[in-house]
């Protein structure tokens, strides 16, 4: 456990503007704690985050990454989020199949209204990486020194 | 054919040119009927050749091309993709009774290779003989055959103007029995699989310049859009980005036709990436071949209200 | 002229790992390259071509070259540090040998490459005679002798054991060192796997494959040729060929950003790959046919004027097994010879 | 890109309490490319923005990175800051210190060490970053309104005043909507048909609104400026130009068993109908599931009768395609099922009815002709008991969160309107809280209790059983005295939550606006823009965006008009320049990025394009940067990395990534 109270991870949360950004927001007007290990990108939808954004994330050192993006259907373009979770979905099963730990990579989805929700997932999220420990399977050695 | 290019039907004949081992064929393009003579269509002639129609649809006139069953899915693809004309191709669809791997027969422990028999395709293709400087060797055409041809697709092509030969039903395994073996491993197990896999990889770029799919006139690994122009194996997060993301780029457009792991010099079995996501789109969004016709809306750029929510496990 | 009967070579190779580095073909996968040893390695001195040559161990595919970090705002430079531990490369062929000597010509040349001659100095290479070669072998087209290799020491495969002859002073010191797995052989029997080895070598179907016209001269009649249009056609314009050569030698030098500085490295490169050779105005050549034409010019043509005759070719048929659209030097020199150039 | 300047605020306590400003702009000034960097009480105050305008002449700077609050709140300020001392609008990013950082960390050191990584994110970022210029977009003049009850009436007469052309569309047969079926209105007690038919009349006769009334969208495209709607009317099978409104059709149709919708389903109506009799338009429908011509082909009596020869039951959906500036969405409420509140014995009984329903009864041109009467037998009830809070307030597998707002002003206005009118009758009401917050609402509420004696018991009623003799046995308990009741009536009536109309789902998908849980729209700042939707050109009028009476249905409806016309009186739009750029160069033109644009912003041309000296024709993508959004769906599509989208390109996003790594 002294591990795990020890263990900071680097988490990347790709947010997309029109919701889950404004749901973050409204946790923090909301005084919605979640921990600092989150650093969020603001994307406009989450059907702009590149698989290559991910891997990139983990290259570099990143222990987690998030992808929240506005519930199915609420879309502020209509279908992103649809496209978004096709290709997370195929993303996060090829990167299970290479023996990378499923928790993580996670999609979520959060509205604007959605503060508790957001600083939910992310407590819920940083633990799961934080029992995961760090990131060994899916970085580059070179930037780990 | 001869009587094609002779009357001008066709400029060309995009074919298979003997090599100068019992097992190098080499795509060709052939633009007179003596050059023909060098012709071959033999079981070595694995080479899909849809990809060289991307280049030769920029050409003047037809082309006439010969397509295996299997490699039909990948000119089809590509039609879909605007990236060949069909009108500039005249589709001869040539039979096959299983294409063969040479370095199958290799491993077999044959060595020094002088003659082969047996591959001919107007043959019964069920055993090679094949001389060597050794001494006489004999495999069975059955075990000598590329990975794909176990997992066969069909003998009906998907597209021609006419046919040629007979096939044969080559398929005897299941298309993802090994995808499912990996899948039924512990992460640690799968993770060690393909860290020994991966970490022959010599990033040639073999798999994804031979890959119809993989048709881009500039990949991401060759541009500085992404910062990913990294083309030496540095460290193995390198190859693991490179081939996710080829998978991934061609996911829902790969027709399974197996080049990637013809082509592998150090015999990656790269299918087993591309077969993954195959499985999952199958899976998940209904069963998908691509290449099968152009109308079919490709998996990734589609989606229902109701698909899978990632990480989900129907 | 010594021995080491095959059962003991385990212990050897042991007893060498365990003092300095050794490089040695091992399995991976079903692959066979160079791998560093260590206990778990599986040890494969049968096949007879590694996938890659052993160039990786004195030019390995990529390398660090120096970093740079910002510490308060302000940069250091720390320069990789050279090659300063012994080792020993174990079971090289002929023709890999001669690549060395090729690679020799280029980086120890001035202005030296330090890397490379770092670890030239440092390593002693054990030869190993071919005992079984191939139909894709033509090493003898360029005057290699498969039956004798070169190196340090050289290996004989012969029955139950391995007969060792020191060439050097590195080679006398390696052989001093294991001298308790060594026993006396005798030079006749080496002889005569030799003699049995050139008579197979004799039999190969590339044996006839002639060199006439590829003299370093007549360079823009090569050039200029229309062989080469129909030549290039099936190339797929990857780097198969080369990054599994003996010989080619090109590098990129890239940075790569760690977020806690830039790491500066070279890696292998490839002229048949399109952004060979591209510059800030756009690439010299820009068509496949040249960079195809290019591979084998230089290998045939430019090297051995600038090399007094020497082929950067060694015949080592890697790319004739491995091309993935079976085009190869083999059939680039047929083809010249067929149209009678 | 060198020449950066770094702003951090403290935004008074805000983000210093939990930040070492002092610290974030010392680690910003060692970053790459950064020129400056300083830290200001309030960055977005008059004072703050001329520190950041002086910066950037002084300094030459060439992007500027903002620490401070949420980019949602003050993106816009600092980009018109910037601009204003002659810096590219684009060449601004923010760092997001208080809304995701100082709020919601403790710790200084925590909160200071992911304020300099975000800073670190903004600077990587805004030194990839490129002067964008916006184009220009034209602005139709005409409004959309959808939804035809009190809100969409108010919000189309008030752009129509102002000058602007508005349809109405409006999915039943008549405009009115629920105002329409109330009978008195709180506080005042007026009669709702007598404020609400002068305007529905006002909206018919309009020069410049038109009604499309039993009509419904069908699709939207385009955007702010530019909207392009499929309207569906469906087919009447009444000439509307023909049918003079005499209602002989209605007498004569022998087809009189649907339900009228107007009266809340507790009478019936003909075939033919028109919903009430002051129904604007005075043109009537056939309902083809009941219609036994239109089911049969037998029957024909409507035709037969009619002089003005109006009936056509041929009459096909129509689909009208119309383009609009704006867009208001007004489409209203319904009240809740009750199937989930089987403890009130709605469905068992039928006199326990719903407020709405009370409505009907109470009304001269309902069911009852306005006689209070139980449904079961038409007996005079002589007691009564109020529910409220009924599926509002509530756990969610029952009903709904939140409060429905009218419920304890309208339930206060039957009880007493029924006290006045039948003295005798005893009238009880089960309240959790009575919320009054409204002008002369309090004084309402206490007149009830006061004058004419309702009796208001604190306390929720856990179940109402039907008894054999007819009577209702209303088992409640009474929270101030701390003692179950057990009341026998004859009526109870049920304060039903109210929830956004059903149809608001369809439409807020088709116009991309978003929805939260419960279903109301929202909107693009709770308080500061509670009129309009984060979609641009997307206004909302009425309870679609949350509970309302008619008083705020109506002010809010002025507001959205207000918008609007502010909107339509522009003549041009700019357009955000954060859209896709294909690079032609690498473009395969295969087709996918134009698969997966909502907007069909992506087309393909066969162009010369010269690759490094080679020239030749190829197919390549191109983006019309007026419709494109910027979601970049494109850009990951796109095999090749062709397609990159302004603002947010990849090189930015992975130097943020990077940055955040590091």
């Given at each position: 456990?002294?591990?795990?109270?020890?263990?900071?991870?680097?988490?990347?949360?790709?947010?997309?503007?029109?919701?889950?950004?404004?749901?973050?927001?409204?946790?923090g007007?909301?005084?919605?704690?979640?921990?600092?290990?989150?650093?969020?990108?603001?994307?406009?939808?989450?059907?702009?985050?590149?698989?290559?954004?991910?891997l990139?994330?983990?290259?570099k050192?990143?222990?987690?990454?998030?992808?929240?993006?506005?519930?199915?259907?609420?879309?502020?373009?209509?279908?992103?989020?649809?496209?978004?979770?096709r290709?997370?979905?195929?993303?996060?099963?090829?990167?299970?199949?290479?023996?990378?730990?499923?928790?993580?990579?996670?999609?979520?989805?959060?509205?604007?209204?959605?503060?508790?929700?957001?600083?939910n997932?992310?407590?819920?999220?940083?633990?799961?990486?934080r029992?995961?420990?760090?990131?060994?399977?899916?970085?580059?050695?070179?930037?780990?020194? | 054919?001869?009587?094609?290019?002779?009357?001008?039907?066709?400029?060309?004949?995009?074919?298979?040119?003997?090599?100068?081992l019992?097992?190098?064929?080499?795509?060709?393009?052939?633009?007179?009927?003596e050059?023909?003579?060098?012709?071959?269509?033999?079981?070595?002639?694995?080479?899909?050749?849809?990809?060289?129609?991307?280049?030769?649809?920029?050409?003047?006139?037809?082309?006439?091309?010969?397509?295996?069953?299997?490699?039909?899915?990948?000119?089809?693809?590509?039609?879909k993709?605007?990236?060949?004309?069909?009108?500039?191709?005249?589709?001869?669809?040539?039979?096959?009774?299983?294409?063969?791997?040479?370095?199958?027969?290799?491993?077999?422990?044959?060595?020094?290779?002088?003659?082969?028999?047996?591959?001919?395709?107007?043959?019964?293709?069920s055993?090679?003989?094949?001389?060597?400087?050794?001494?006489?060797?004999?495999v069975?055409?059955?075990?000598?055959?590329?990975?794909?041809?176990?997992?066969?697709?069909?003998?009906?092509h998907?597209?021609?103007?006419?046919?040629?030969?007979?096939?044969?039903?080559?398929?005897?395994?299941?298309?993802?029995?090994?995808?499912?073996?990996?899948?039924?491993?512990?992460?640690?197990q799968?993770?060690a699989?393909?860290?020994?896999?991966?970490?022959k990889?010599?990033?040639?770029?073999?798999?994804?310049?031979v890959?119809?799919?993989?048709?881009?006139?500039?990949?991401?690994?060759?541009?500085?859009?992404?910062?990913?122009?990294?083309?030496?194996?540095?460290?193995?997060?390198?190859?693991k980005?490179?081939?996710?993301?080829?998978a991934?780029?061609?996911?829902?457009?790969?027709?399974?036709?197996?080049?990637?792991?013809?082509?592998?010099?150090?015999?990656?079995?790269?299918?087993?990436?591309?077969?993954?996501?195959i499985?999952?789109?199958?899976?998940?969004?209904?069963?998908?071949?691509?290449?099968?016709?152009?109308?079919?809306?490709?998996?990734?750029?589609?989606?229902?209200?109701d698909?899978?929510?990632?990480?989900?496990?129907? | 002229m010594?021995?080491i009967?095959?059962?003991?070579?385990?212990?050897?190779?042991?007893?060498?790992?365990?003092?300095?580095?050794?490089?040695?073909?091992?399995?991976?996968?079903?692959?066979t390259n160079?791998?560093?040893?260590?206990?778990?390695?599986?040890v494969?001195?049968?096949?007879l071509?590694?996938?890659?040559?052993a160039?990786?161990?004195?030019?390995?595919?990529?390398?660090?070259l120096?970093?740079?970090?910002?510490?308060?705002?302000k940069?250091?430079?720390?320069?990789?540090?050279?090659?300063?531990e012994?080792?020993?490369?174990?079971?090289?062929?002929?023709c890999?040998?001669?690549?060395?000597?090729?690679?020799?010509?280029?980086?120890?040349?001035?202005?030296?490459d330090?890397?490379?001659?770092?670890?030239?100095?440092?390593?002693?290479?054990?030869?190993?005679?071919?005992?079984?070669?191939?139909?894709?072998?033509f090493?003898?087209?360029?005057?290699?002798?498969?039956a004798?290799?070169?190196?340090?020491?050289?290996?004989?495969?012969?029955?139950?054991?391995?007969?060792?002859?020191?060439?050097?002073?590195?080679?006398?010191?390696?052989?001093?060192?294991?001298?308790?797995?060594?026993?006396?052989?005798?030079?006749?029997?080496?002889?005569?796997?030799?003699?049995?080895i050139?008579?197979?070598?004799?039999?190969?179907?590339?044996?006839?494959l002639?060199?006439?016209?590829?003299?370093?001269?007549?360079?823009?009649?090569?050039?200029?040729?229309p062989?080469?249009?129909?030549?290039?056609?099936?190339?797929l314009?990857?780097?198969?060929?080369?990054f599994?050569?003996?010989?080619c030698?090109?590098?990129d030098?890239?940075?790569?950003?760690?977020?806690?500085?830039?790491?500066?490295?070279?890696?292998?490169?490839?002229?048949m790959?399109?952004?060979?050779?591209?510059?800030?105005?756009?690439?010299?050549?820009?068509?496949?046919?040249?960079?195809?034409?290019?591979r084998?010019?230089?290998?045939?043509?430019?090297?051995?004027?600038?090399?007094?005759g020497?082929?950067?070719?060694?015949?080592?048929?890697?790319?004739?097994?491995k091309?993935?659209?079976?085009?190869?030097?083999?059939?680039?020199?047929?083809?010249?010879?067929?149209?009678?150039? | 890109?060198?020449?950066?300047?770094?702003?951090?605020?403290?935004?008074?306590?805000?983000?210093?309490?939990?930040?070492?400003?002092?610290?974030?702009?010392?680690?910003?000034?060692?970053e790459?490319?950064?020129?400056?960097?300083?830290?200001y009480?309030?960055?977005?105050?008059?004072?703050?923005?001329?520190?950041?305008?002086?910066?950037i002449?002084?300094?030459?700077?060439?992007?500027?990175?903002?620490?401070?609050?949420?980019?949602?709140?003050?993106?816009?300020?600092?980009?018109?800051?910037?601009?204003?001392?002659?810096?590219?609008?684009?060449?601004?990013?923010?760092?997001?210190?208080?809304?995701?950082?100082?709020?919601?960390?403790?710790?200084?050191?925590?909160?200071?060490?992911?304020?300099v990584?975000?800073?670190?994110?903004?600077?990587?970022?805004?030194?990839?970053?490129?002067?964008?210029?916006?184009?220009?977009?034209?602005?139709?003049?005409?409004?959309?309104?959808?939804?035809?009850g009190i809100?969409?009436?108010?919000?189309?007469?008030?752009?129509?005043?102002?000058?602007?052309?508005?349809?109405?569309?409006?999915?039943?047969?008549?405009?009115?909507?629920?105002?329409?079926?109330?009978?008195?209105?709180?506080?005042?007690?007026?009669?709702?048909?007598?404020?609400?038919?002068?305007?529905?009349?006002?909206?018919?006769?309009?020069?410049?609104?038109n009604?499309y009334?039993?009509?419904e969208?069908?699709?939207?495209?385009?955007?702010?400026?530019?909207?392009?709607?499929?309207?569906?009317?469906?087919?009447?099978?009444?000439?509307?130009?023909?049918c003079?409104?005499?209602?002989?059709?209605?007498?004569?149709?022998?087809?009189?068993?649907?339900?009228?919708?107007?009266?809340?389903?507790?009478?019936?109506?003909?075939?033919?109908?028109?919903?009430f009799?002051?129904?604007?338009?005075?043109?009537?429908?056939?309902?083809?599931?009941?219609?036994?011509?239109?089911?049969?082909?037998?029957?024909?009596?409507?035709?037969?009768?009619?002089?003005?020869?109006?009936?056509?039951?041929?009459?096909?959906?129509?689909?009208?395609?119309?383009?609009?500036?704006a867009?208001?969405?007004?489409?209203?409420?319904?009240?809740?099922?009750l199937?989930?509140?089987?403890?009130?014995?709605?469905?068992?009984?039928?006199d326990?009815?719903?407020?709405l329903?009370?409505?009907?009864?109470?009304?001269?041109?309902?069911?009852?002709?306005?006689?209070?009467?139980?449904?079961?037998?038409?007996?005079?009830?002589?007691?009564?008991?109020f529910?409220?809070?009924?599926?509002?307030?509530?756990?969610?597998?029952?009903?709904?969160?939140?409060?429905?707002?009218?419920?304890c002003?309208y339930?206060?206005?039957?009880?007493?309107?029924?006290?006045?009118?039948?003295?005798?009758?005893?009238?009880?009401v089960?309240?959790?809280?009575?919320?009054?917050?409204?002008k002369?609402?309090?004084?309402?509420?206490?007149r009830?209790?006061e004058?004419?004696?309702?009796?208001?018991?604190?306390?929720?009623?856990?179940?109402?059983?039907?008894?054999?003799?007819?009577?209702?046995?209303?088992?409640?308990?009474?929270?101030?005295?701390?003692?179950?009741?057990k009341?026998?009536?004859?009526?109870?009536?049920?304060?039903?939550?109210?929830?956004?109309?059903?149809?608001?789902?369809?439409?807020?998908?088709m116009?991309?606006?978003?929805?939260?849980?419960?279903?109301?729209?929202?909107?693009?700042?709770?308080?500061?823009?509670?009129?309009?939707?984060p979609?641009?050109?997307?206004?909302?009028?009425?309870i679609?965006?949350?509970p309302?009476?008619?008083?705020?249905?109506v002010?809010?409806?002025?507001?959205?008009?207000?918008?609007?016309?502010?909107?339509?009186?522009?003549?041009?739009?700019?357009?955000?320049?954060?859209?896709?750029?294909?690079?032609?160069?690498?473009?395969?033109?295969?087709?996918?990025?134009?698969?997966?644009?909502?907007?069909?912003?992506?087309?393909?041309?066969?162009?010369?394009?010269?690759?490094?000296?080679?020239?030749?024709n190829?197919?390549?993508?191109?983006?019309?940067?007026?419709?494109?959004?910027?979601?970049?769906?494109?850009?990951?599509?796109?095999?090749s990395?062709?397609?990159?989208?302004?603002?947010?390109?990849?090189r930015?996003?992975?130097?943020?990534?990077?940055?955040?790594?590091?």
């Amino acid at each position: 456990m002294s591990m795990n109270t020890e263990f900071k991870p680097k988490i990347v949360a790709f947010c997309c503007n029109w919701c889950s950004y404004a749901g973050a927001d409204l946790a923090g007007s909301s005084r919605l704690a979640y921990p600092a290990d989150v650093k969020i990108i603001r994307v406009p939808c989450s059907c702009r985050v590149n698989p290559m954004f991910i891997l990139r994330a983990f290259e570099k050192g990143a222990d987690g990454v998030i992808i929240c993006g506005c519930h199915p259907g609420d879309c502020h373009y209509s279908t992103g989020n649809y496209y978004a979770r096709r290709r997370m979905t195929l993303l996060f099963s090829m990167l299970d199949y290479m023996g990378i730990e499923r928790g993580r990579t996670r999609v979520e989805w959060v509205s604007a209204a959605e503060g508790v929700k957001f600083s939910n997932t992310m407590n819920e999220f940083v633990d799961a990486v934080r029992t995961l420990g760090p990131n060994k399977r899916l970085g580059d050695l070179r930037c780990k020194d | 054919m001869k009587e094609l290019l002779q009357d001008g039907t066709v400029n060309r004949v995009l074919g298979w040119k003997k090599g100068d081992l019992p097992y190098n064929p080499e795509p060709a393009f052939f633009k007179s009927a003596e050059e023909l003579d060098e012709f071959i269509y033999d079981g070595f002639c694995g080479a899909n050749l849809s990809k060289y129609m991307i280049a030769a649809s920029a050409l003047e006139g037809k082309t006439l091309v010969l397509l295996k069953p299997c490699d039909s899915y990948s000119f089809v693809q590509l039609m879909k993709e605007h990236r060949v004309d069909r009108e500039k191709a005249y589709i001869i669809g040539v039979g096959c009774k299983g294409k063969l791997d040479i370095e199958r027969i290799k491993a077999e422990g044959v060595k020094g290779i002088e003659s082969i028999s047996g591959a001919e395709i107007d043959g019964d293709c069920s055993t090679l003989k094949i001389g060597t400087i050794y001494g006489e060797k004999e495999v069975a055409y059955k075990d000598a055959m590329l990975e794909r041809c176990h997992v066969c697709k069909g003998k009906e092509h998907r597209i021609y103007d006419e046919l040629m030969l007979e096939s044969a039903d080559t398929l005897d395994s299941g298309r993802f029995e090994a995808v499912e073996a990996i899948e039924n491993m512990t992460p640690e197990q799968k993770f060690a699989f393909f860290k020994n896999e991966l970490s022959k990889c010599i990033r040639c770029n073999a798999c994804r310049n031979v890959c119809p799919a993989c048709s881009c006139r500039k990949c991401v690994f060759d541009s500085t859009k992404f910062d990913s122009a990294q083309k030496a194996n540095v460290d193995e997060f390198e190859e693991k980005m490179f081939h996710i993301i080829r998978a991934f780029h061609v996911a829902g457009r790969c027709t399974d036709c197996g080049e990637c792991s013809r082509v592998c010099p150090q015999g990656i079995p790269l299918h087993l990436f591309n077969r993954k996501f195959i499985k999952d789109i199958n899976e998940y969004y209904g069963e998908y071949q691509a290449g099968n016709n152009v109308e079919d809306e490709t998996p990734l750029t589609d989606f229902t209200f109701d698909d899978l929510e990632p990480g989900e496990r129907r | 002229m010594k021995k080491i009967t095959k059962k003991d070579l385990a212990a050897l190779l042991r007893f060498i790992g365990e003092n300095e580095a050794l490089y040695i073909p091992g399995r991976v996968s079903g692959q066979t390259n160079y791998v560093r040893y260590n206990e778990n390695t599986d040890v494969d001195l049968d096949t007879l071509k590694t996938v890659k040559s052993a160039k990786e161990v004195f030019f390995p595919q990529s390398e660090t070259l120096y970093t740079v970090k910002t510490e308060d705002g302000k940069y250091r430079i720390s320069q990789e540090e050279l090659q300063n531990e012994e080792f020993v490369l174990f079971g090289v062929k002929a023709c890999d040998m001669k690549g060395i000597e090729v690679l020799d010509k280029v980086f120890l040349s001035e202005p030296v490459d330090t890397f490379y001659k770092a670890r030239r100095e440092k390593g002693t290479i054990v030869t190993m005679a071919c005992g079984e070669p191939e139909e894709s072998c033509f090493c003898k087209v360029f005057g290699i002798d498969c039956a004798e290799p070169q190196g340090d020491v050289t290996l004989w495969n012969f029955g139950n054991e391995y007969f060792w002859k020191a060439n050097t002073e590195k080679g006398e010191a390696l052989t001093e060192k294991c001298s308790s797995f060594l026993k006396d052989g005798d030079e006749a029997t080496v002889d005569a796997i030799k003699n049995a080895i050139r008579t197979v070598v004799e039999k190969l179907p590339y044996m006839n494959l002639s060199l006439e016209g590829w003299d370093g001269t007549k360079t823009e009649e090569k050039f200029n040729s229309p062989v080469w249009e129909e030549l290039y056609k099936p190339c797929l314009a990857c780097g198969t060929c080369t990054f599994v050569c003996p010989t080619c030698q090109c590098y990129d030098i890239k940075d790569y950003n760690t977020g806690k500085g830039v790491q500066r490295y070279r890696c292998w490169d490839s002229c048949m790959y399109s952004d060979f050779t591209m510059m800030a105005h756009g690439n010299n050549r820009t068509s496949q046919l040249q960079r195809y034409r290019q591979r084998f010019m230089h290998k045939l043509v430019y090297f051995p004027a600038n090399n007094d005759g020497m082929y950067s070719c060694v015949g080592c048929g890697r790319c004739v097994d491995k091309c993935p659209a079976s085009t190869n030097i083999v059939k680039v020199i047929k083809a010249f010879q067929k149209e009678g150039k | 890109m060198h020449g950066i300047g770094v702003f951090v605020c403290h935004c008074g306590s805000n983000i210093a309490a939990t930040v070492d400003v002092k610290k974030v702009v010392e680690m910003a000034r060692l970053e790459p490319g950064v020129v400056h960097a300083e830290e200001y009480q309030y960055m977005c105050s008059e004072a703050g923005q001329e520190r950041i305008a002086t910066a950037i002449r002084e300094k030459n700077l060439k992007g500027i990175v903002v620490c401070s609050c949420s980019p949602r709140m003050h993106e816009a300020t600092f980009r018109k800051c910037a601009e204003k001392a002659g810096l590219n609008p684009y060449m601004v990013e923010i760092a997001n210190l208080r809304e995701q950082c100082s709020w919601i960390h403790k710790d200084i050191e925590e909160g200071t060490e992911k304020a300099v990584i975000l800073a670190r994110a903004a600077i990587a970022k805004v030194s990839l970053n490129t002067s964008l210029l916006p184009g220009e977009s034209r602005v139709t003049k005409r409004a959309l309104v959808i939804g035809g009850g009190i809100a969409g009436i108010q919000t189309a007469l008030d752009i129509a005043d102002a000058g602007y052309e508005v349809d109405i569309v409006e999915k039943t047969p008549s405009i009115g909507g629920k105002m329409a079926q109330l009978d008195k209105t709180f506080p005042t007690l007026d009669c709702s048909a007598c404020i609400l038919t002068p305007k529905m009349v006002d909206a018919a006769a309009h020069e410049r609104i038109n009604l499309y009334t039993y009509s419904e969208i069908e699709k939207v495209s385009g955007f702010v400026g530019d909207f392009t709607v499929d309207i569906r009317k469906k087919a009447r099978y009444v000439n509307m130009d023909k049918c003079t409104g005499c209602g002989v059709c209605m007498e004569k149709c022998p087809s009189k068993k649907a339900l009228s919708e107007f009266n809340s389903g507790l009478n019936n109506r003909p075939a033919i109908y028109t919903p009430f009799a002051q129904a604007i338009p005075n043109v009537p429908v056939i309902d083809p599931t009941q219609c036994t011509k239109l089911k049969t082909g037998k029957c024909g009596i409507c035709e037969r009768f009619c002089q003005a020869g109006a009936i056509d039951y041929t009459q096909k959906d129509e689909i009208v395609t119309r383009k609009y500036g704006a867009i208001v969405v007004a489409t209203g409420f319904e009240i809740i099922k009750l199937d989930n509140l089987e403890e009130y014995a709605y469905s068992q009984s039928k006199d326990v009815i719903t407020s709405l329903e009370l409505e009907r009864i109470m009304n001269a041109a309902g069911p009852t002709k306005g006689h209070l009467e139980r449904l079961s037998d038409g007996k005079a009830p002589k007691n009564i008991v109020f529910v409220q809070c009924v599926g509002s307030r509530c756990d969610e597998s029952k009903g709904k969160p939140y409060c429905s707002k009218i419920c304890c002003m309208y339930t206060a206005k039957h009880a007493m309107l029924i006290r006045d009118k039948y003295p005798d009758v005893n009238v009880t009401v089960f309240y959790i809280d009575v919320r009054t917050p409204g002008k002369n609402f309090d004084e309402f509420y206490r007149r009830a209790v006061e004058e004419y004696g309702v009796n208001y018991v604190k306390g929720q009623v856990g179940k109402v059983a039907p008894q054999p003799d007819g009577s209702l046995l209303v088992h409640g308990v009474d929270l101030l005295d701390g003692k179950q009741l057990k009341i026998s009536a004859d009526m109870v009536v049920l304060a039903a939550a109210v929830e956004p109309s059903p149809s608001v789902r369809k439409i807020a998908t088709m116009l991309t606006a978003s929805i939260d849980t419960n279903n109301f729209l929202t909107e693009a700042h709770p308080k500061l823009r509670p009129v309009e939707s984060p979609t641009a050109g997307v206004f909302l009028s009425g309870i679609c965006q949350g509970p309302k009476d008619i008083p705020e249905t109506v002010s809010q409806a002025g507001a959205a008009a207000v918008k609007v016309v502010g909107l339509l009186a522009k003549d041009k739009l700019l357009t955000n320049p954060c859209t896709a750029k294909p690079d032609e160069l690498m473009c395969n033109g295969c087709g996918s990025c134009a698969n997966v644009c909502p907007y069909g912003a992506i087309s393909y041309e066969v162009k010369e394009i010269n690759d490094h000296g080679i020239r030749e024709n190829r197919r390549v993508a191109v983006v019309n940067s007026a419709l494109c959004q910027g979601c970049g769906a494109c850009t990951v599509t796109c095999p090749s990395g062709t397609m990159d989208l302004q603002g947010f390109s990849n090189r930015q996003i992975l130097a943020e990534v990077d940055a955040i790594c590091r």
